[in-house]
Nanobody, 113 residues
Framework: QVQLVESGGGLVQAGGSLRLSCAASTSIFRITVAGWYRQAPGKQRELVASITTDGSTNYANSVKGRFTISRDNAKNTVYLQMNSLKPEDTAVYYC???????WGQGTQVTVSS
């Protein structure tokens, strides 16, 4: 069974940066799309960024130009570099492998104004 473990969340001031990591227990990211999602209190979970096996990326309009998703197949890890953070980026961030039910446990990101 594949396990995903996120890390790198925390508290940061507006304008700051964080890098999230999602480590997989298998080489699943070599064969399927990887995505970062987030869920703020009282809101639905939303797609933030995704990266396909050939490296094609997709971003939510709200994070374009500020966030960058990348993948290191040798480490079975997907990253989300978040720059110019805003208070509205505050949420629990989740990693997902594929389009099914393989999710990480989430990592909290809090951006103070």
């Amino acid at each position: 069974q594949v396990q995903l473990v996120e890390s790198g969340g925390g508290l940061v001031q507006a304008g700051g940066s964080l890098r999230l990591s999602c480590a997989a227990s298998t080489s699943i990211f070599r064969i399927t799309v990887a995505g970062w999602y987030r869920q703020a209190p009282g809101k639905q979970r939303e797609l933030v960024a995704s990266i396909t096996t050939d490296g094609s990326t997709n971003y939510a309009n709200s994070v374009k130009g500020r966030f960058t998703i990348s993948r290191d197949n040798a480490k079975n890890t997907v990253y989300l570099q978040m720059n110019s953070l805003k208070p509205e980026d505050t949420a629990v961030y989740y990693c997902r492998a594929g389009v099914g039910s393989i999710w990480g446990q989430g990592t909290q990101v809090t951006v103070s104004s």
